[in-house]
């Protein structure tokens, strides 16, 4: 019998869905992991990946105990899965929150007019190259993307308001993109506690009744390690250059 803990660092995106939901339905149905702990450092990425996610460990907090630590940010689709959990905790230094959701794209068509290019678009569909980099949308349809988006905002909202049972009122007051600071977040009643590995640790074995631990995070691609390896060590030398 034993905690697992499971890493989420990084962008939530299809390649972490891929690789994490094999070891999140192991945890699900094995009677000897006795707890999920997810610790979290992640500012969040896909909205559907993170669903997807969220929905799995939905199924396991139904079934054995789920905490959550954010350790460095627990923000966007990172909060949204550490709502799963029973309880959250924070390190004192971490950054919790941004409910929200926000699309980027870049539009080019004044730099191209200027450059006197012109982008031939052929499409059946009046609006199939609504998002198109190549010209400025119109108030119709950023009316239409926007009506998107609060969809999706309004999921993400929903599942924070029932898991850590907040009224509709203090959501509008949350929910607004802003993150927060730990002392804050614990204040807006976002997370449990304040504590770090060590101290949350201690609690969830109470929890669980086992001191045996587990890291069962999926190891990346080799490809995606040397490249994470790769910026680190140019992340460095950049430092030292200032």
């Known amino acids: 019998m034993y905690t697992a803990i499971l890493n989420v660092n990084g962008t939530i995106n299809r390649g972490m869905l891929n690789s994490y939901m094999p070891a999140l339905k192991y945890m699900e149905k094995k009677n000897k992991v006795k707890g999920l702990l997810l610790v979290i450092n992640s500012g969040g990425g896909d909205a559907n990946s993170t ?3 969220y929905n799995q460990l939905l199924k396991i907090s139904d079934k054995k105990p789920v905490y959550a630590l954010i350790e460095g940010v627990g923000a ?3 909060y949204w899965l550490a709502c799963s959990a029973e ?3 924070a390190m004192r230094t971490s950054i919790v929150g941004s409910i929200g959701v926000i699309s980027m794209s870049p539009d080019f068509s004044e730099f191209l007019e200027n450059l006197g290019i012109k982008m031939r678009i052929n499409k059946i569909g009046k609006y199939k190259d609504i998002n198109s980099p190549f010209r400025a949308m ?3 349809e950023s009316k239409i993307y926007s009506s998107i988006m609060n969809d999706i905002y309004l999921a993400f909202r929903e599942q924070v308001k029932i898991r850590r049972n907040f009224t509709d009122e203090k959501m509008d007051s ?3 993109g802003l993150v927060f600071s ?5 204040g807006e009643g976002l997370i449990d506690g304040i504590g770090n590995m ?5 609690q969830f074995k109470e929890r669980t009744g086992t001191g045996s631990i587990k890291n069962l995070t999926p190891k990346r691609p080799f490809v995606s390690r040397i490249m994470s390896m790769s910026m680190e060590a140019l992340s460095g030398i950049v430092e030292n250059i200032r």
């Open 198 to 202: 060590d101290t949350v640790m201690d």
């Open 182 to 186: 730990a002392d804050q977040a614990k």
């Open 76 to 78: 966007s689709g990172a």
């Open 87 to 89: 309880k959250i905790f």
């Open 138 to 140: 119109t108030d119709e």
């Open 174 to 176: 949350i929910a607004t």
């Open 51 to 53: 669903e997807i996610l």
